[in-house]
Protein backbone atom coordinates (compact mmCIF):
# COMPACT_ATOMS: atom_id res chain seq x y z
CA UNK A 1 0.00 0.00 0.00
CA UNK A 2 2.79 2.70 0.73
CA UNK A 3 4.69 1.32 -2.15
CA UNK A 4 1.36 2.12 -4.54
CA UNK A 5 0.92 5.00 -2.75
CA UNK A 6 4.81 6.21 -3.49
CA UNK A 7 4.59 5.60 -6.94
CA UNK A 8 1.14 7.69 -7.58
CA UNK A 9 2.77 11.26 -5.80
CA UNK A 10 6.07 10.31 -7.63
CA UNK A 11 4.20 9.90 -11.11
CA UNK A 12 2.00 13.09 -10.25
CA UNK A 13 4.99 15.13 -9.13
CA UNK A 14 6.63 14.19 -12.13
CA UNK A 15 3.76 14.91 -14.47
CA UNK A 16 3.50 18.18 -12.57
CA UNK A 17 7.54 18.89 -13.37
CA UNK A 18 6.73 18.55 -17.00
CA UNK A 19 3.90 20.60 -17.62
CA UNK A 20 5.26 23.79 -15.59
CA UNK A 21 8.51 23.22 -17.52
CA UNK A 22 6.41 23.02 -20.63
CA UNK A 23 4.28 26.00 -19.44
CA UNK A 24 7.52 27.91 -18.11
CA UNK A 25 9.68 27.27 -21.08
CA UNK A 26 10.42 30.27 -23.73
CA UNK A 27 8.24 29.81 -26.88
CA UNK A 28 10.58 28.61 -29.80
CA UNK A 29 11.46 31.21 -32.39
CA UNK A 30 10.42 29.24 -35.71
CA UNK A 31 11.28 31.58 -38.26
CA UNK A 32 7.92 30.44 -40.95
CA UNK A 33 6.23 27.10 -41.98
CA UNK A 34 8.04 25.85 -44.62
CA UNK A 35 6.80 26.81 -47.98
CA UNK A 36 4.43 25.11 -50.10
CA UNK A 37 5.20 22.59 -53.00
CA UNK A 38 5.37 24.16 -56.12
CA UNK A 39 2.31 24.03 -58.29
CA UNK A 40 1.63 25.44 -62.01
CA UNK A 41 0.42 28.48 -59.81
CA UNK A 42 3.03 29.08 -57.30
CA UNK A 43 6.28 29.66 -59.41
CA UNK A 44 9.54 28.85 -57.86
CA UNK A 45 10.97 32.02 -55.92
CA UNK A 46 13.88 33.39 -57.83
CA UNK A 47 15.91 35.52 -54.87
CA UNK A 48 17.62 33.83 -52.04
CA UNK A 49 15.05 31.27 -50.21
CA UNK A 50 13.29 32.09 -46.95
CA UNK A 51 15.48 29.98 -44.79
CA UNK A 52 18.59 32.19 -45.91
CA UNK A 53 17.09 35.26 -45.01
CA UNK A 54 16.07 33.77 -41.65
CA UNK A 55 19.22 34.51 -40.34
CA UNK A 56 19.11 38.18 -40.79
CA UNK A 57 15.69 37.99 -38.44
CA UNK A 58 15.53 39.01 -34.73
CA UNK A 59 12.97 39.36 -31.97
CA UNK A 60 11.22 43.01 -30.98
CA UNK A 61 8.71 44.66 -29.39
CA UNK A 62 8.01 46.87 -32.16
CA UNK A 63 8.02 46.08 -36.24
CA UNK A 64 10.70 48.76 -37.07
CA UNK A 65 9.51 50.31 -40.66
CA UNK A 66 10.65 48.33 -43.53
CA UNK A 67 10.26 45.14 -41.77
CA UNK A 68 7.86 42.55 -41.47
CA UNK A 69 7.29 39.90 -38.59
CA UNK A 70 6.82 36.29 -39.13
CA UNK A 71 6.11 34.98 -35.55
CA UNK A 72 5.11 36.03 -32.46
CA UNK A 73 5.02 35.16 -28.34
CA UNK A 74 3.52 36.47 -25.49
CA UNK A 75 6.32 37.80 -23.32
CA UNK A 76 6.45 40.15 -19.62
CA UNK A 77 9.77 41.61 -21.71
CA UNK A 78 8.26 44.06 -23.95
CA UNK A 79 5.67 45.03 -21.10
CA UNK A 80 5.54 48.96 -19.80
CA UNK A 81 2.92 48.25 -17.61
CA UNK A 82 3.33 44.77 -15.72
CA UNK A 83 1.02 42.84 -18.31
CA UNK A 84 1.84 40.24 -20.77
CA UNK A 85 2.53 41.82 -25.06
CA UNK A 86 3.17 40.80 -27.78
CA UNK A 87 7.26 40.22 -29.03
CA UNK A 88 7.34 39.85 -33.01
CA UNK A 89 10.06 38.04 -34.63
CA UNK A 90 10.79 40.91 -36.97
CA UNK A 91 12.70 40.09 -41.13
CA UNK A 92 13.18 42.17 -44.01
CA UNK A 93 10.64 40.83 -46.69
CA UNK A 94 11.98 38.67 -48.92
CA UNK A 95 10.70 36.82 -52.05
CA UNK A 96 9.77 33.66 -50.91
CA UNK A 97 9.01 34.23 -47.26
CA UNK A 98 5.89 33.13 -45.23
CA UNK A 99 5.16 36.73 -43.68
CA UNK A 100 2.17 38.06 -41.43
CA UNK A 101 1.97 40.79 -43.42
CA UNK A 102 2.03 42.26 -46.83
CA UNK A 103 4.63 44.36 -48.22
CA UNK A 104 4.80 47.30 -50.39
CA UNK A 105 7.25 46.13 -53.52
CA UNK A 106 6.29 42.41 -53.06
CA UNK A 107 2.60 40.55 -54.01
CA UNK A 108 1.79 37.10 -52.38
CA UNK A 109 0.82 33.71 -54.09
CA UNK A 110 -0.25 31.71 -51.15
CA UNK A 111 -2.26 32.26 -47.89
CA UNK A 112 -2.70 30.09 -45.01
CA UNK A 113 -4.22 30.78 -41.48
CA UNK A 114 -2.00 29.86 -38.87
CA UNK A 115 -1.21 31.37 -35.11
CA UNK A 116 1.94 32.23 -35.62
CA UNK A 117 0.79 35.64 -36.64
CA UNK A 118 -2.01 36.01 -33.89
CA UNK A 119 -1.44 39.31 -31.37
CA UNK A 120 -4.51 38.00 -29.34
CA UNK A 121 -4.63 34.42 -29.62
CA UNK A 122 -6.58 33.29 -32.42
CA UNK A 123 -5.74 32.78 -36.09
CA UNK A 124 -4.73 35.03 -38.83
CA UNK A 125 -3.44 34.86 -42.25
CA UNK A 126 -0.03 33.93 -43.31
CA UNK A 127 1.13 35.52 -46.75
CA UNK A 128 3.75 34.12 -49.07
CA UNK A 129 5.66 36.95 -50.12
CA UNK A 130 6.88 37.30 -54.01
CA UNK A 131 8.73 39.49 -55.91
CA UNK A 132 6.72 40.71 -58.42
CA UNK A 133 7.57 39.94 -62.33
CA UNK A 134 6.75 38.70 -65.65
CA UNK A 135 5.07 35.33 -64.97
CA UNK A 136 4.20 34.87 -61.83
CA UNK A 137 0.96 34.32 -60.90
CA UNK A 138 -0.24 36.79 -57.70
CA UNK A 139 -2.84 37.51 -55.56
CA UNK A 140 -2.72 40.55 -56.28
CA UNK A 141 -1.55 43.40 -59.36
CA UNK A 142 1.51 45.51 -58.09
CA UNK A 143 2.28 48.96 -59.66
CA UNK A 144 4.04 49.11 -62.75
CA UNK A 145 2.29 45.14 -63.72
CA UNK A 146 -0.54 44.06 -65.56
CA UNK A 147 -2.09 40.93 -65.86
CA UNK A 148 -3.20 38.78 -68.93
CA UNK A 149 -5.13 36.28 -67.30
CA UNK A 150 -6.88 35.08 -64.18
CA UNK A 151 -7.79 32.36 -62.41
CA UNK A 152 -10.00 31.36 -59.11
CA UNK A 153 -8.09 29.86 -56.16
CA UNK A 154 -8.48 29.28 -53.05
CA UNK A 155 -4.46 30.01 -52.40
CA UNK A 156 -5.02 33.51 -52.34
CA UNK A 157 -7.93 33.58 -49.56
CA UNK A 158 -8.00 35.37 -46.75
CA UNK A 159 -11.45 33.76 -45.21
CA UNK A 160 -12.23 30.66 -46.96
CA UNK A 161 -13.89 31.84 -49.93
CA UNK A 162 -11.91 32.00 -53.52
CA UNK A 163 -10.49 34.62 -54.84
CA UNK A 164 -9.15 35.78 -58.15
CA UNK A 165 -5.10 34.73 -59.19
CA UNK A 166 -3.59 37.02 -61.66
CA UNK A 167 -0.98 35.86 -64.20
CA UNK A 168 1.61 39.22 -64.23
CA UNK A 169 2.94 41.19 -66.91
CA UNK A 170 5.55 44.30 -66.26
CA UNK A 171 4.62 47.08 -68.54
Given at each position: ??R??L?S?L??A??A??M????L?P??A??AP??PLP??AD???????A?????AGF???T??????Y????????C??????RTMYY??????G???C??M????Y???????S??????F??????RA????L????VP???T?????????CSTS??????Y?????
Amino acid sequence: MLRSKLRSLLLGAGTAAVMLGTALAPATASAAPAAPLPRAADNAPTAAPAEESAAAGFWSCTIPPGYTYTNTQNTLSCSTSGGFRTMYYVQPPADGLWACTTMPGYTYSNTQNTLSCSTSGGFRTMYYLRAPRTGLWACTVPPGFTYTSTQNTLSCSTSGGFRTMYYLRAF
